[in-house]
């Protein structure tokens, strides 16, 4: 993993140099989020379900080192969250959190079909809590300052898309992706408490990539020219 990060962090910083195609995008969407949480007996807490949360992204993108791949950077607001209970002790929860991330992208355009581009995409994001509330049966707690969630939120993701233009500057796009974070608490070997908290998240998104690099795209149409053709004079 941390390879990819890396790879993703030089693309980012070699694309700024490249003007193939710079571009803003801005892309919102929903979140279908699930918690995958270990008790500090080791024991899988198994009757949690997904929450569903938005979210919203802004950033730059570029072509890096061939036509066919972007690196991109953006920041986001998105919230996650899970829904369950206990029966053993009869207990209902519920926890909804949003964060603010900065997320390194890289893109890879696979092949285009009637002007519809299919693409594949892998992500690597830091994110920090900005609010969050646990519910636990009739209590609502203020998960902020909270250890299991004031760690950074480390988060890798994978995913397709596709995308057409609906003009010379302006392009639509749809994006599903996978993503599953670190640990953001997790216990020892050598301590009792072996707790083990991910946010595993399936994300699908609608955005807008805006041309800014202030090339016109070259005209399709191209013209006829008959160089034998002699210059005609009047006698």
């Keep these: 993993m941390k390879h990819l ?7 980012i910083l070699s694309s700024t140099s490249l003007t193939f195609a710079q571009e803003l ?13 270990t008790n500090s007996q080791g024991q899988k807490l198994d009757n949690l379900q997904e929450s569903p949360h938005s979210f919203l992204e802004v950033g730059y993108r570029d072509q890096f080192i061939t036509k066919k791949l972007y690196a991109s ?7 996650y969250g899970a829904i369950g209970s206990d029966d053993r002790v009869g207990n209902f929860m ?16 696979l092949f285009t079909i009637n002007k519809f581009s299919f693409y594949a995409k892998v992500s690597y994001s830091w994110g920090f809590l900005v609010q969050g509330t646990q519910t636990l049966n009739n209590k609502v707690f203020n998960l902020k300052n909270e250890d299991d969630f004031e760690r950074t939120i480390i988060n890798y993701g994978y995913g397709a898309g596709i995308v057409r233009p609906i003009s ?46 202030g090339k016109k795209k070259a005209k399709k149409g191209k013209t006829k020219k008959n160089n034998n053709q002699q210059p005609t004079t009047k006698n």
């Design 25 to 37: 995008y801005l892309e919102t969407g929903k979140t279908l989020s699930f918690f995958d949480y």
């Design 94 to 109: 519920e926890w909804n959190v949003n964060y603010a991330t900065l997320k390194l992208g890289l893109e890879h355009n």
């Design 5 to 11: 990060q890396i790879f993703l962090l030089a693309a």
């Design 73 to 79: 950077i953006g920041a986001s607001y998105a919230g």
């Design 168 to 213: 010379e500057k302006m392009s639509v796009y749809l994006l599903y992706m996978y993503g599953k974070s670190e640990a953001l608490k997790e216990g020892t070997a050598n301590t009792a408490d072996q707790e083990v908290l991910k946010i595993i998240g399936r994300n699908l998104s609608i955005g807008v990539f805006i041309d800014i690099s």
